[in-house]
């Protein structure tokens, strides 16, 4: 999910050993490799993140080379298992497990589940606290043929502090004002002139707002709940995009808060 520097650095810190005097060593790693310094038996690793602005766009939207590995649900330490058993078409349905972590910072209510729909072999990628597209970064899939998704799970806050604990959509602003304001975080970029279309749907009396971005490729389903923001973006590149469009849209338009 972006360059990864692990190892120690002789201009910040040294590694030292004792063996009947004192010695000291200086250690120093490559970017991309990993060296183990050990003191007094206890082995000290060091880990550093390198990001840039010209790196946000495909961290965030995850086109190629970005690195990301795709795994299989529940083979990962710690994660939930949301994908439902496969329909006759052999799509899933994910529904955020009520125990999965996550809720972004200290006061903050649980997060109220989402569900979507994918085709045959989505699989759930990784996402930690150090992805370089953000700590509001919920949950990612993938299929590397098809395309991409990413859920955003942000502070309503971020838009007025008069919202409450039940904000809805309409509240925050017409679609227009959402775009604006959470789009570049999506692409990476402004997206003036980007957006093709935007639609306002209901679906079990909430608003959703529906985007189409090209380019890149995206397409944004907006929601409130709770005190809120969802982004729900699937993204592709061209030949995915022309190819997967119609999946692509019905991934898309399934998207729901609980």
Known sequence: MGTTIFGCCSI?????????????????????????????GILKRRTALVSGISLISSTVLGFPGDGL????????????????EPDEQGWRTYRRPDGKSGGHGVGWSPIIPYSFSVPPEWEEVPVSIADLGGTEID??????????LFVIVAPVLR????????????????PEKVINAFGPEVIGE?????????????????????????????????????????????????????????????????????
């Not at 990962?76 to 994908?83: K, N, S, Y």
């Not at 007025?160 to 809805?168: R, S, Y």
């Not at 923001?229 to 019905?250: E, H, M, P, S």
Request: aromatic share 8%.
């Open 190 to 258: 402004n997206v003036e002139g980007k957006v093709l279309s935007m639609e306002v749907a209901e679906h079990s009396g909430r608003t959703y707002y529906q985007f189409e971005l090209e380019p890149p490729h995206v397409l944004i389903m907006a929601t409130a709940a709770g005190n809120r923001l969802y982004l729900f973006n699937v993204t592709a590149n061209g030949l995915q995009w022309k190819r997967n469009y119609k999946d692509l849209k019905k991934i898309a338009n399934s998207f729901r808060v609980v």
């Open 159 to 174: 838009f007025a502090d008069n919202l409450g604990d039940n904000a809805k959509l309409e509240l925050i602003g017409p």
């Open 139 to 148: 949950l990612r899939f993938a299929n590397s043929k098809q395309g991409r």
């Open 69 to 84: 590995g795709v795994v299989k649900q529940g083979l990962v330490a710690g994660r939930i298992p949301g994908l439902s």
């Open 12 to 40: 910040s810190w040294r590694c030292h050993q004792r063996i009947g005097l004192s010695r000291t060593r200086a250690c120093s790693a490559k970017v991309g490799e990993r060296e183990d310094c050990v003191s007094d």
